[in-house]
């Protein structure tokens, strides 16, 4: 069995990304990425801090703005028009989930496109569905689909089932791996909480990825011999074992599946590490398309 190691991986990626960058330092342009957090949610802090250090690394010009609790929608739309207007600012991301006062899509909605980094733009979910290549993919689907493709897993004709359906995975991810050309071209099913027979749907899966957001969920029921299964859940369920009193899991019970399985991602270390990392790809791919660099 294949344990595809998503941190060797997105190393991979961080360094064609530092190429990039210094590249477009050669010209005199830095790529910039600005990152908005409102709240003081735990889990969400320690996401922009990690966005935060990669961008320094990079050398990507980095901003936070870290906003409290109750900032209003009229004050964090006002700045992200403010980012919108910067051209020191080539990506916006707005740290998700947002307090619950907040309208995210309408904050989404108010970032500018081609800064969008995180892909979730009306406009850049359209680019998406239409081939449009100058669009930008959510991070943690385009984390996958290169996952596949440095693994030497090609989804070409073979039989992709998507067990969870948001917009933040599973749509944009079935998007991705039925568009025609390298990386594409499967066949794709997208199966969910409210689908009948779900262990029987997914054993027809030659990819099998499980993004339902429930730790353990797949079971050696769910996947046929020789599958290669991504794991995109990160959950933590408590475990007074733990110095933290918790431990990050997936969404497949990993022992009682790897046996099953001709590939598989490790939680933590598998697909996690590759959202940041695309998310960096993608602010110097903005940054290229904004400036002609």
């Known amino acids: 069995m294949q344990l595809i190691d998503g941190k060797r991986i997105a190393q991979e990626v961080h360094a064609e990304t530092r ?12 790529p910039g990425l600005a990152v908005v957090l409102v709240g003081d949610d735990p889990a969400s802090r320690a996401y922009v801090r990690s966005k935060d250090k990669m961008s320094k690394e ?10 409290p609790e109750e900032t209003t929608q009229e004050a964090l739309v006002a700045l992200v028009h403010q980012l919108n207007a910067d051209p020191a600012i080539h990506g916006i991301l707005v740290q998700s989930p947002p307090p619950a006062h907040i309208d995210e899509a309408a904050v989404v909605a108010a970032i500018d496109p081609r800064k969008d980094v995180d892909g979730f733009h009306p406009v850049n979910v359209a680019k998406l569905a239409l081939d449009d290549p100058t669009g930008f ?16 897993i090609d989804p070409a004709g073979k039989h992709a089932v998507i067990l969870g359906r948001s917009m933040i995975v599973g749509k944009p991810l079935a998007l991705l791996l039925m568009a025609k050309g390298k990386g594409g071209d499967a066949t794709v099913t997208v199966v969910h909480s409210r689908s009948r027979n779900l262990p029987e749907l997914t054993r027809q899966a030659d990819i099998l990825i499980a993004a339902i957001g429930r730790p353990g969920f797949v079971t050696a029921e769910h996947v046929r011999e020789g599958a ?52 960096m790809a993608n602010t110097v791919k903005a940054c290229r ?5």
């Open 19 to 30: 190429v990039a960058v210094e590249a477009l330092k050669a010209q005199g342009i830095t």
């Open 58 to 67: 990079l050398g990507i010009y980095s901003v936070k703005h870290e906003l």
């Open 137 to 152: 993919v959510p991070c943690t689907p385009l984390g996958c689909q290169r996952l596949l493709l440095a693994s030497g």
């Open 228 to 279: 290669v299964v991504i794991d995109v859940g990160i959950n933590r369920v408590e475990d007074p074992a733990n110095a933290k009193g918790y431990r990050i899991v997936g969404d497949v019970a990993f022992e009682e599946v790897a046996p099953k399985c001709s590939a598989l991602t490790p939680v933590p270390g598998g697909v996690g590490p590759m959202t940041i990392a695309m998310l």
């Open 289 to 293: 398309q904004i400036t002609g660099g």
